[in-house]
C-alpha cells in the first residue's frame, strides 16, 4: 500500500516513515509546503489510501479535496505490539519526487535490497557506530533524507532534527553542530556553504565527517571546514 507522509520535517515525520515501512507500505514524502494543486494531484496520481499528516495540514488537505484517508500522527494509535509483515528485499520502499524543474515531476521508486545495499555501503566508508549523531537538515522529499533517517538509525547512532528557524540562521546551525556533539553532516553543497561565516567561533567541535552530494562542491568550501572542524573528513 502506497502511503503519503504529508508532514515537514520532525521527529513524528521519521516515526511515521518507520511505522509505514515496518507495517509493509510504500511511503512517498509530500511538502506541506507545496501547492495545494500539486499535492493532490501526486496524491490522486498514486491513487494514495492513506496520508500521515498533522492536524493543520490535515485540514487543508481536506479542503482541497484529496480523496485519501487523511490520518493525524498527533492523535494517532500506539500499538502495543509492531505489526507483522513477511516482506521481501525486492518490495518497494519509498517513491520519491524529482523537483519538475525540467518539466512534470516524475516519481523513483525504490526497492529495500537497493536502499540497503546503499546505506551499509555509506555506513561501511564513513564507519558509521552508536556514537555517531546526525543533525537532519534536508527535507524529506529530497532523497539525502533516505540516510539521514535510516542509515544512522541502522549503524545504532542518533538523530538530531533541526527546527525550521533553525534552518533560517546558519549561526544556530553551527551552535547546534557543537552543542548537540553533531559528528555527521550530510546535505547539498549549499546548504553546507552558509555554515562557513559561523565558523570562527567554532571550538572543540566533534564534527568528523561531512557529506556533500546533489551538487558541485565550491573549491575552498572542504578546507573551510577543516579549518574549524578539526577531525573532520
Known amino acids: 500500500m502506497l502511503v503519503g507522509v504529508c508532514l515537514d520535517r520532525s521527529p513524528e515525520m521519521i516515526v511515521a516513515l518507520l511505522a509505514?515501512?515496518?507495517?509493509?507500505?510504500?511511503?512517498?514524502?509530500?511538502?506541506?509546503k507545496w501547492p495545494r494543486q500539486r499535492l493532490r494531484a501526486l496524491a490522486?496520481?498514486?491513487?494514495?489510501?492513506?496520508?500521515?499528516?498533522?492536524?493543520?495540514?490535515?485540514?487543508?488537505?481536506?479542503s482541497a479535496g484529496l480523496e485519501a484517508?487523511?490520518?493525524?500522527?498527533?492523535?494517532?494509535?500506539?500499538?502495543?505490539?509492531?505489526?507483522?509483515?513477511?516482506?521481501?528485499?525486492?518490495?518497494?520502499a519509498y517513491v520519491i519526487f524529482t523537483s519538475g524543474?525540467?518539466?512534470?515531476?516524475?516519481?523513483?521508486a525504490m526497492r529495500h535490497d537497493t536502499v540497503v545495499n546503499t546505506l551499509e555501503w555509506i555506513n561501511d566508508t564513513v564507519q558509521v557506530d552508536e556514537r555517531d549523531r546526525l543533525l537532519f537538515v534536508t527535507s524529506p522529499c529530497f532523497d539525502l533524507s533516505v540516510y539521514d533517517v535510516f542509515?544512522?538509525?541502522?549503524?545504532g547512532g542518533q538523530i538530531v532534527v533541526a527546527s525550521s528557524e533553525m534552518l533560517e540562521d546558519p549561526q544556530a546551525l553551527v551552535a547546534s553542530i557543537v552543542e548537540e556533539q553533531i559528528t555527521i553532516w550530510d546535505s547539498a553543497p549549499t546548504a553546507a556553504q552558509q555554515l562557513?561565516?559561523?565558523?570562527?567561533?567554532?571550538?572543540?567541535?566533534c564534527l568528523r565527517r561531512v557529506l556533500l552530494s546533489g551538487d558541485w562542491i565550491p573549491l575552498k568550501l572542504p578546507d573551510a571546514l577543516k579549518s574549524?572542524?578539526?577531525r573532520c573528513t
Open 151 to 155: 542509515g544512522v538509525l541502522a549503524a
Open 44 to 62: 490522486d496520481g498514486l491513487t494514495l489510501r492513506l496520508v500521515l499528516t498533522d492536524a493543520e495540514t490535515r485540514r487543508m488537505l481536506s
Open 20 to 32: 509505514t515501512l515496518k507495517a509493509g507500505g510504500v511511503y512517498v514524502p509530500l511538502d506541506p
Open 228 to 230: 574549524s572542524f578539526e
Open 69 to 92: 484517508t487523511l490520518v493525524d500522527t498527533t492523535q494517532a494509535f500506539v500499538r502495543a505490539e509492531p505489526p507483522s509483515h513477511d516482506g521481501k528485499s525486492s518490495d518497494l
Open 196 to 205: 562557513v561565516p559561523g565558523l570562527a567561533t567554532v571550538r572543540d567541535a
Open 101 to 108: 524543474s525540467t518539466g512534470t515531476p516524475k516519481g523513483v
